[in-house]
């Protein structure tokens, strides 16, 4: 079973060596450039891996993307698309190939956990904030579509999918331009305006920018044309954030917020993710005992779902607990406080931080000398 691995590129300089050593057990890499000037393309040639240069002009990623994946070998049985600002595990391309063999013929794709978020403990990368993508497919009958956040699409319409349970982990250059990104979305809307997620990205895209009424505007329509209720309830988690931004500039905003956070849980609400980001609403706003009703609600969902959403995983471990010890604190029931506090302690891969001030500052174990993390600090001192 041959395995082709192909990205596109611009100025990946300080990424391709670490990019190569992720992928370099592939059959096959190919690498189309898209016009780089920092020496991205003598640095994936001297590595081994086969570079070819294209200009795009407009430039838009689905149209970049086929033309690298007709690059590859005809003869590839998979091709897998790895972003050279991403990475794997050591030994991950060997496993991939193990997987496809177990299956080989049953499944015309392949999907992955996409690591957007982690942090490090003695060395060991622990997943934060993850997405399943769709990232390996035969060589044959699939294309890619839309201008940006660009998605697999299959000639013959349906076929059959598999997630493996695999790692990428994105790790970007913060100092890229993604300006280009807006216009690249409104194209894609005009494009396909029935396309449901094509509206939540943009919606989501208008909130990152702080344009919230477009952003708002956008994610009603997507909640509006969605079918999967996890996509729904994150649209409504976003809305529920563009209010909250506006607080203090906008009549009743908090009600707003808390409204759509309701509509959240309503349209998924058996996952944690919506109802741990309504408990810290409301535990910035210091409504304590909102905030404990809501967790204690979200700690009934003993296991993460399954279904395609954005997972975060910390709410399934010490963070409830920790925020649960916090309010408890603030009300004066020290015998919840030290309970939970004690929970999170157990359930924390490492105690530093505010875990460990809010630890020492509920058990009195020491001076306090930090306070809870970003925004809720204000609120607790």
């Known amino acids: 079973m041959k395995l082709a691995v192909y990205a596109i590129a611009k100025n990946e300089a300080k990424h391709a060596a670490r990019w190569y050593e992720s992928v370099k057990d592939a059959d ?4 189309l450039d898209t016009g780089s000037t920092d020496g991205t393309q003598k640095i994936l040639s ?7 240069n294209m200009a795009f002009d407009p430039f838009r990623f689905d149209t970049a993307r086929n033309a690298a994946l007709n690059q590859v070998s005809l003869d590839a049985d998979y091709c897998m698309f790895i972003d050279l600002d991403e990475t794997m595990e050591p030994g991950t391309i060997t496993r991939i190939k193990q997987e496809i063999a177990k299956s080989i013929g049953m499944f015309d794709s392949f999907g992955m956990r996409l690591v957007f978020s982690f942090d490090e403990v003695n060395g060991k990368r622990i997943p934060n904030i993850t997405y399943t993508r769709e990232c390996i497919h035969t060589r044959q009958n699939f294309f890619w579509k839309f201008p940006v956040h660009e998605m697999l699409g299959h000639y013959n319409g349906e076929y059959k999918f598999k997630e493996l349970a695999l790692d990428v982990y994105h790790e970007p250059d913060p100092s890229k ?3 280009s990104y807006l216009d690249l979305l409104l194209l894609a809307v005009a494009e396909n305006p029935d396309d449901a997620r094509q509206a939540q990205y943009l919606g989501r895209e208008y909130m990152y920018r702080g344009d919230y009424l477009d ?3 956008w994610l009603r329509k997507h909640i509006d044309m969605e079918r999967h209720g996890p996509f729904r309830s994150e649209s ?6 563009c209010y909250q931004a506006m607080d203090g500039s906008l009549e009743e905003a908090m009600d707003e917020a808390e409204a759509w956070m309701f509509r959240a849980i309503a349209e998924f609400g058996s996952a944690r993710e919506p109802h741990c980001e309504l408990a810290f609403m409301y535990f910035t706003c210091g409504e304590w005992e909102s905030a404990i009703g809501v967790l204690r609600s979200a700690l009934r969902i003993t296991e993460p779902p399954t279904a395609m ?6 709410y399934y471990g010490a963070w409830p607990y920790h925020l649960l010890a916090s309010c408890y604190h603030a009300i004066g029931n020290d015998v919840e406080a030290r309970k939970n506090i004690q929970r999170a302690m157990h359930l924390s891969p490492v105690i530093d931080g505010a875990l460990a001030t809010d630890l020492a500052k509920i058990l009195g174990l020491s001076h306090v000398s930090q306070s ?10």
């Open 215 to 217: 952003a708002i505007m």
């Open 236 to 241: 409504a988690t976003y809305i529920s954030r």
């Open 46 to 52: 001297d590595l081994g891996v086969r570079v070819n």
């Open 177 to 179: 331009d993604r300006s």
């Open 372 to 381: 809870l993390p970003s925004s809720t600090a204000e609120k607790t001192q």
């Open 28 to 31: 096959e890499i190919v690498v």
């Open 309 to 314: 959403m954005i997972h975060e995983a910390k």
